[in-house]
């Protein structure tokens, strides 16, 4: 397929997302030709002013450009507006990260979240589109349902929303079943700003093989993995979608499955680029989406990754200012710093569970195999007639393991 070329449209004052802009853009497939900045408060009407409108035209005239992207979100009268100005397809930044969801989900429930995503932010910008996006054919921002859905009537779509959501409600339901089953293990949620390292780490804790890229959002659909501790304790980790700044609420909504996960782990590990010169703000990014979904109280760590980018004197002066709550740095993919961090996992789950010495009589041994997976074995004894065990035990367990004594 052939490479389309785009012009950007941001703000001036929006230098910082323009860079994440353009990384969005290169994950699309898309190659930058130009960058057009404009000033002020956008028109109500048509987004930009009549002499940046005409900057515009002139832009994608000369560089043939397939398409131009705006930084911001436009509204169904400014795209119509445009699109009449413009000699080629416009699309705004929701629509770029809708078309890179379509690219990477991978599962049904995944495919199913981004078409009911695309439909629900397209519906009231149909009107004056049809005819544009048919004669523009495929390509970024007409992907997914882009094709074939905006030709038909809103009811029909309407309709079409209403099915997915029951789909969604159904796969939501089996997803509480399997939950059920695993509920017994302690859980943690791997979160964090896209293009952290989340599915590097993922990788490296797990030995799984998710897909690790230099591009934003390559994991949409959640995954989770068996992780084993000392003594084969066993705890389930979930990798979840990356946050972004101003993360369309349709997107927010539409993949609350991926973050779903959240809300049921007993540790969070907020993974972090610190070798981004802009990682703070980004740590506000996550921590605030957290805040909104209410799961800021659980206890959270937070991993300071790719410090193999940074030289000592930065480290150091980093450690000094961030290290003041449960934290740890690491690179995931120099596996620099990763014992110390399954140290402070584990230091985190078994906080408030105790510490128990029981004694297994050997004849009960084998009954006893089946939960060790389940217990944290700080110290197993042979003796003569039974095996003396010292182990963090959860209180499910407890009852259980007296029946074995």
């Known amino acids: 397929m052939e490479i389309e070329k785009a012009i950007l449209v941001a703000k001036v004052s929006d230098l910082e997302e323009l860079e994440e802009l353009k990384l969005l853009s290169k994950t699309a497939g898309v190659k930058v030709q130009k960058v057009l900045l404009f000033g002020g408060d956008p028109d109500p009407a048509s987004f930009l002013r009549s002499g940046k409108l005409e900057e515009l035209k002139y832009l994608v005239i000369e560089e043939r450009a397939d398409l131009v992207i705006f930084n911001n979100d436009l509204t169904p009268v400014q795209l119509r507006n445009l699109e009449k100005e413009i000699p080629t397809k416009i699309i705004d930044r929701t629509m770029l990260i809708l078309d890179i969801f379509a690219q990477h989900a991978r599962t049904k429930e995944g495919k199913i979240q981004v078409e009911l995503a695309q439909l629900e932010y397209l519906l009231p910008r149909l009107v004056g589109r049809g005819e544009a996006l048919s004669r523009l054919g495929g390509g970024i921002g007409t992907r997914g349902p882009g094709e074939t859905k905006l030709e038909i009537d809103r009811r029909k779509i309407r309709r079409r929303i209403y099915a997915l959501k029951r789909e969604l409600e159904d796969i939501k339901k089996e997803r509480e079943i399997q939950r059920k089953k695993r509920l017994n293990l302690p859980q943690v949620a791997l979160v964090g700003y896209t293009n952290a390292g989340k599915s590097t780490l993922f990788n490296l804790l797990t030995g799984a093989n998710v897909l690790v890229e230099d ?191």
């Open 215 to 405: 591009l934003l959002f390559a994991t949409l659909d959640p995954t989770v993995r068996k992780i084993n501790f000392r003594n084969n304790w066993e705890v389930l980790i979930s990798d979840t979608v990356g946050f972004i700044r101003n993360l369309p609420e349709e997107l927010l909504t539409a993949f609350r499955a991926t973050l779903e996960e959240i809300y049921y782990v007993d540790l969070i590990l907020h993974v972090i680029d610190v070798s981004d010169k802009n990682f703070r703000k980004q740590i506000e990014v996550v921590e605030s989406v957290l805040e909104e979904m209410g799961i800021e109280e659980k206890p959270i760590i937070r991993v300071y990754n790719k410090i193999d980018l940074l030289t000592k004197e930065e480290i150091r002066y980093l450690r000094q200012e961030l290290d003041y709550r449960p934290s740890v740095f690491i690179s995931a993919k120099e596996r620099i710093g990763i014992e110390r961090l399954k140290d402070l996992i584990v230091s985190e789950l078994l906080k408030g569970v105790r510490r128990y010495k029981i004694n297994i009589p050997y004849d009960k041994y084998n009954v006893f195999q089946k939960y060790k997976g389940k217990l944290y074995i700080e110290e197993e004894n042979y003796r003569e007639d039974f095996v003396e065990i010292k182990a963090r035990i959860p209180k499910e367990y407890r009852k259980l393991l007296e029946e074995l004594r």
